[in-house]
């Protein structure tokens, strides 16, 4: 893991960071959201994500495991498996 | 590890040849849906794409701009003893589209000519054996033209593709230099595991007359083909950098395959890379394969002056996976032209001229 990969963010970043991503109102952002229901969480905006990832923490999403994600939990459940979420956040 | 120093060449020109159809890819008569254009457009960054005429190939639009480079270089047919045609859009299977560019180009019979199989990261590697052949020995000049004409291949239903790729022709002319310091160097990579990213399956040998019809269409994994670039290209250039012993600030240009805007600027902010040594062609150009190294060169990029050297660093990248980079030298003898393929024939075929 990389000295970037190192930095950590709380929940509430996390949500901010995805709201700006996929261009929602960060109110709207939670864990549950559905994929689904996020217009700008297409094939664009999964490119987003995975910039966003790589550029903030040096993370690498892979194509596979993006597609794989279905509600806004697993992009975190991702980032805290990657050590980049903070537990008492 | 494929790392070379190749000393003793000079690139005496470059020269690129666009079709002359232009495609608006705002245009409502191509179908798609507005919103979704006005995102791939503002993403990719192409506003709008040059496409050929079915009766024009690759081979047409190199032809035309290696016809040009000659005849500004002053370079007689038969002082050129190789050409080098990389494409992934042959004019045939079989023959060699380059034993026909030969023919075509009034090249002697004592030149050799064969084409090379790459797309995306074919303008370093084509810059690359060019060098080496004239480092070999037995030549004095040669031509690499790489050119492609993805429009042939992408399914006009397919939006992420049909609005990203355009058609170019490039020739770059090689020669010896025995000027101390010439020469250039020479990185290259491969990762045949991630071939289905972006891959064409179907109508050569594998599988001559595919039942699925979309296997008569470029097949795009972009989510795949952008992971790739940004794991890849940033260590490229770092390495690259190694090993010719250069700083970002002493390298004048950064030459990208121009593949989709917002790949190349988060290349860019990645590497570190300033906006004012990185030019951008893919506005009006579109991504057309490799030889978009050669049109960003021509169409951007003003070439040294009096007595001034510059350094350039090409990047290729993508369909394979392959990637590589040259870092290549220009000197203020050098000829960099651009064509708009005005007054090309919509008509002339291979045997026509």
Same mark, same amino acid.
């Given at each position: 893991?990389?000295?970037?990969?190192?930095?950590?963010?709380?929940?509430?970043? *996390?949500?901010?960071?995805?709201?700006? !991503?996929?261009?929602?109102?960060?109110?709207?952002?939670?864990?549950?959201?559905?994929?689904?229901?996020?217009?700008?969480?297409?094939?664009?905006?999964?490119?987003?994500?995975?910039?966003?990832?790589?550029?903030?923490?040096?993370?690498?999403?892979?194509? =596979?495991?993006?597609?794989?994600?279905?509600?806004?939990?697993?992009?975190?459940?991702?980032?805290?498996?990657?050590?980049?979420?903070? =537990?008492?956040? | 590890?494929?790392?070379?120093?190749? +000393?003793?060449?000079?690139?005496?020109?470059?020269?690129? !040849?666009?079709?002359?159809?232009?495609?608006?890819?705002?245009?409502?008569?191509?179908?798609?849906?507005?919103?979704?254009?006005?995102?791939?457009?503002?993403?990719?960054?192409?506003?709008?794409?040059?496409?050929?005429?079915?009766?024009?190939?690759?081979?047409?639009?190199?032809?035309?701009?290696?016809?040009?480079?000659?005849?500004?270089?002053?370079?007689?047919?038969?002082?050129?003893?190789?050409?080098?045609?990389?494409?992934?859009?042959?004019?045939?299977?079989?023959?060699?589209?380059?034993?026909?560019?030969?023919?075509?180009?009034?090249?002697?019979?004592?030149?050799?000519?064969?084409?090379?199989?790459?797309? !995306?990261?074919?303008?370093?590697?084509?810059?690359?054996?060019? *060098? /080496?052949?004239?480092?070999?020995?037995?030549?004095?000049?040669?031509?690499?033209?790489?050119?492609?004409?993805?429009?042939?291949?992408?399914?006009?239903?397919?939006?992420?593709?049909?609005?990203?790729?355009?058609?170019?022709?490039?020739?770059?002319?090689?020669?010896?230099?025995?000027?101390?310091?010439?020469?250039?160097?020479?990185?290259?990579?491969?990762?045949?595991?991630?071939?289905?990213?972006?891959?064409?399956?179907? +109508? *050569?040998?594998?599988?001559?007359?595919?039942?699925?019809?979309?296997?008569?269409?470029?097949?795009?994994?972009?989510?795949?083909?952008?992971?790739?670039?940004?794991?890849?290209?940033?260590?490229?250039? %770092?390495?690259?950098?190694?090993? /010719?012993?250069?700083?970002?600030?002493?390298?004048? *240009?950064?030459?990208?395959?121009?593949?989709?805007?917002?790949?190349?600027?988060?290349?860019?902010?990645?590497?570190?890379?300033?906006?004012?040594?990185?030019?951008?062609?893919?506005?009006?150009?579109?991504? !057309?394969?490799?030889?978009?190294?050669?049109?960003?060169?021509?169409?951007?990029?003003?070439?040294?002056?009096?007595?001034?050297?510059?350094?350039?660093?090409?990047?290729?990248?993508?369909?394979?996976?392959?990637?590589?980079?040259?870092?290549?030298?220009?000197?203020?003898? %050098?000829?960099?032209?651009?064509?708009?393929?005005?007054?090309?024939?919509?008509?002339?075929? /291979?045997?026509?001229?």
């Amino acid at each position: 893991m990389s000295e970037k990969s190192k930095t950590q963010v709380s929940v509430s970043d *996390a949500l901010a960071m995805l709201a700006e !991503c996929f261009n929602l109102p960060v109110e709207d952002m939670h864990a549950d959201l559905q994929r689904d229901a996020i217009d700008d969480w297409d094939s664009m905006g999964a490119l987003m994500l995975m910039a966003e990832l790589d550029e903030r923490f040096g993370i690498e999403l892979t194509a =596979e495991v993006s597609r794989e994600m279905t509600r806004i939990g697993d992009v975190l459940a991702f980032l805290k498996v990657h050590g980049v979420l903070s =537990e008492n956040a | 590890m494929s790392q070379s120093n190749i +000393g003793g060449f000079r690139i005496a020109g470059i020269s690129t !040849c666009l079709p002359p159809m232009v495609v608006d890819n705002l245009d409502p008569a191509l179908g798609f849906p507005p919103e979704d254009v006005r995102k791939v457009v503002a993403m990719a960054g192409v506003r709008e794409r040059r496409v050929v005429d079915p009766s024009i190939t690759s081979a047409d639009l190199c032809h035309r701009a290696a016809t040009r480079l000659m005849e500004r270089l002053g370079w007689a047919p038969e002082s050129v003893s190789a050409l080098i045609f990389v494409t992934q859009t042959p004019d045939h299977f079989l023959p060699s589209t380059s034993c026909l560019l030969q023919q075509r180009l009034g090249l002697p019979d004592t030149c050799a000519a064969f084409d090379v199989g790459l797309g !995306c990261s074919g303008y370093p590697y084509g810059l690359y054996i060019a *060098a /080496a052949m004239l480092r070999a020995g037995g030549h004095q000049r040669v031509l690499m033209l790489h050119g492609e004409t993805p429009s042939r291949f992408v399914s006009p239903e397919d939006q992420a593709t049909v609005l990203l790729f355009s058609d170019a022709g490039s020739a770059t002319a090689l020669e010896l230099d025995d000027t101390p310091g010439a020469g250039g160097q020479f990185v290259l990579h491969t990762d045949g595991s991630g071939a289905n990213g972006l891959i064409l399956r179907g +109508g *050569a040998f594998r599988d001559r007359e595919p039942a699925n019809p979309r296997h008569h269409f470029l097949e795009m994994d972009g989510a795949a083909i952008f992971n790739f670039t940004i794991k890849r290209v940033p260590p490229l250039i %770092a390495e690259t950098l190694a090993f /010719a012993g250069k700083t970002v600030a002493e390298v004048d *240009a950064f030459v990208f395959h121009q593949s989709n805007r917002f790949i190349m600027k988060h290349l860019m902010k990645k590497s570190g890379l300033p906006d004012d040594r990185v030019p951008m062609s893919i506005e009006d150009s579109g991504n !057309c394969g490799g030889p978009s190294v050669a049109v960003a060169m021509t169409r951007r990029l003003t070439p040294p002056a009096p007595g001034q050297r510059l350094h350039w660093m090409l990047l290729g990248y993508g369909v394979g996976l392959s990637w590589g980079s040259a870092m290549i030298q220009i000197d203020d003898r %050098a000829v960099l032209l651009h064509d708009d393929g005005e007054g090309l024939s919509l008509n002339r075929g /291979a045997n026509d001229e």
